[in-house]
T-cell receptor, first 113, second 112 residues
Framework: GNSVTQMEGPVTLSEEAFLTINCTYTATGYPSLFWYVQYPGEGLQLLLKATKADDKGSNKGFEATYRKETTSFHLEKGSVQVSDSAVYFCALSVDNQGGKLIFGQGTELSVKP | DAGITQSPRHKVTETGTPVTLRCHQTENHRYMYWYRQDPGHGLRLIHYSYGVKDTDKGEVSDGYSVSRSKTEDFLLTLESATSSQTSVYFC???????????FGNGTRLTVT
């Protein structure tokens, strides 16, 4: 079946630290991969996506590279800010399954000044 | 926001009562989804729709039904609410397969 596994949180960092949130997946087809972010009290917002192997998605200083050989899509940011504190979700969709997303369990990030 | 409105935003109900949550979109997107969010589980798909009157089950569909009589509205009904259905419910829309989902702000449901 299709599934997504993320590193457990919470992750606590100091401002300007380097961030990595690990995400690995299993998929029966050839998935598209996504990172979503959820700020307190809000819905999920698309952060970035990649649709084929070796694609790099990027947005707001965040990056993730689609690695088919390791079935991974790790999220990175070189210098985090307090405003990046949120819950981050990795997700996949497979073309033959109605466009629905399968999510990891989420990783809470807390950035301290 | 991508033109998605969920109502109500908060609801408290008693065990055994029926509850209907509404999702309304103004984007004319074909696909609509209902997810529930629970600690430690991320988001899990309840039901989804790929067109008017076309719906299918997700991974946690037991105890829920949906209806889509118009492109813009997707209703989620709990026929007889149970405490295990206490959760935050999110509606999402999408233009099509492979496109990203856009989420509403959620409905927090408490079943006492």
């Amino acid at each position: 079946g299709n599934s997504v596994t993320q590193m457990e949180g919470p992750v606590t960092l100091s401002e300007e630290a380097f961030l990595t949130i690990n995400c690995t997946y299993t998929a029966t087809g050839y998935p598209s991969l996504f990172w979503y972010v959820q700020y307190p009290g809000e819905g999920l917002q698309l952060l970035l996506k990649a649709t084929k192997a070796d694609d790099k998605g990027s947005n707001k200083g965040f990056e993730a590279t689609y690695r088919k050989e390791t079935t991974s899509f790790h999220l990175e940011k070189g210098s985090v800010q307090v405003s990046d504190s949120a819950v981050y979700f990795c997700a996949l969709s497979v073309d033959n399954q109605g466009g629905k997303l399968i999510f990891g369990q989420g990783t809470e990030l807390s950035v301290k000044p | 926001d991508a033109g998605i409105t969920q109502s109500p935003r908060h609801k408290v109900t008693e065990t055994g009562t029926p509850v209907t949550l509404r999702c309304h979109q103004t984007e004319n997107h074909r696909y609509m989804y209902w997810y529930r969010q629970d600690p430690g589980h991320g988001l899990r798909l309840i039901h989804y729709s790929y067109g008017v009157k076309d719906t299918d089950k997700g991974e946690v569909s037991d105890g829920y039904s949906v209806s889509r009589s118009k492109t813009e509205d997707f209703l989620l009904t709990l026929e007889s609410a149970t405490s295990s259905q206490t959760s935050v419910y999110f509606c999402a829309i999408s233009e099509g397969v492979g496109s990203p989902l856009h989420f509403g702000n959620g409905t927090r449901l408490t079943v006492t």
